[in-house]
């Protein structure tokens, strides 16, 4: 047997509406706070679509697939997480009841798909088109393609901090904020197997490596190395100045994200694996910037996410079950816990 200790797998994780999602390798687990206290937990099958695409699973290519997917996921958890919470029982829009009517089950995924279309409509308008704006006239004015990279790409992060400074105004989102900080703590529990107490828990850092932040931040900041490579290249080979022609420059940043997204979650896998001055230095900025995106949890929250992570990992605790096949775990009345 050979001496080096295997590496347990990666356990990510998402905060929802009230609650914590935790994904396993094989399996995926929503744990959600009602109102009057209860806990609700769902767990399902999770395959990695690399197990049916082994092509999916390469280096560079895993994290173009991974960002897609979990762009998709994420949207389902938090409509999940709505439903268990009890928030979908609010009166359904006319718009909503109509197309129920004319479509059945499938108006769920219509209205999923919407939002994924909107959101990232929104995401490219901010991100990709505003950023870009300046660059023809800065190009104009003489500056080198590599100077108005760096320009797009600050403007770039500016609105990133910007859009996540103003998130954290909003109540409900500071409590997403906690539930994050939470799944972190939690994580870290378990990589250092610790036992999965709230007290145990509370001992970690809300800041975590692989967190999707630090893989934003990482993709913004590579991007402009990237992008600055290309347009040189492309200007010493065909004379074609990227910086001059919005549409040409918009066409190549869109067309050459996943391979951006690729190797920057390579970058963020290597990071958050090694362990030395350097390392720690580099992950030090994407850790940062999730001071905006994680809040110190409560314990009620920290309990969410260790129900979640065990089962993630163990199957469903013993519980009542619902209707749809949910583990409803009551609230213990403060007078019968201290008795």
Not at 15 to 21: C, D, F, N, R, Y
Not at 51 to 64: L, S, V
Not at 123 to 143: D, E, I, M, Q
Not at 242 to 247: D, K, P, V
């Amino acid at each position: 047997m050979s001496n080096k200790q295997q590496r347990r797998p990666d356990i990510g994780g998402q905060a929802v509406l009230e609650g914590v999602m935790m994904k396993a390798p094989e399996h995926m687990a929503i744990a959600v706070r009602r109102e009057n206290g209860d806990i609700v937990v769902k767990r399902e099958r999770y395959e990695s679509p690399a197990k049916k695409h082994k092509w999916m699973g390469y280096p560079m290519i895993r994290g173009a697939v991974n960002m897609v997917l979990m762009m998709k996921l994420g949207m389902g958890v938090l409509e999940d997480s709505a439903t268990m919470g009890g928030v979908m029982e609010e009166e359904p829009s006319k718009f909503e009841k109509w197309l129920t009517s004319k479509l059945g089950k499938k108006a769920d995924k219509v209205f999923m798909g919407i939002a994924m279309v909107l959101a990232v409509l929104l995401s490219v308008g901010l991100f990709v088109l505003l950023p870009n704006l300046p660059v023809k006239a800065l190009r104009n004015a003489g500056w080198s393609l590599t100077a108005v990279n760096l320009v797009s790409g600050l403007i770039r992060t500016v609105i990133l901090i910007g859009y996540l400074l103003l998130c954290g105004y909003q109540k409900d989102l500071r409590r997403t904020f906690q539930y994050h900080g939470s799944e972190h703590k939690t994580v870290y529990c378990h990589e250092n197997d610790l036992p999965l107490t709230v007290d145990n828990v509370q001992k970690f850092s809300t800041l975590h490596p692989r967190c999707g932040t630090s893989f934003l931040l990482i993709t913004f900041i590579f991007s402009i190395i990237f992008y600055s490579i290309i347009d040189q290249a492309v200007l010493n080979t065909t004379g074609f100045d990227l910086g001059a022609n919005y549409l040409a420059r918009i066409a190549t940043r869109l067309l050459l994200l996943p391979l951006v997204a690729g190797i920057s979650y390579e970058l963020l896998k290597s990071l958050a694996h090694a362990d030395s001055p350097l390392t720690r230095a580099l992950r030090w900025p994407g850790m940062q910037l999730q001071r905006l995106t994680t809040r110190p949890p409560t314990d009620e929250m920290c309990e969410v996410a260790i129900v979640s992570m065990q089962a993630a990992l163990n199957g469903l605790p013993e519980g009542e079950e619902t209707e749809e096949g949910w583990i409803l775990l009551r609230k213990v009345p403060a007078q019968a816990a201290q008795a």
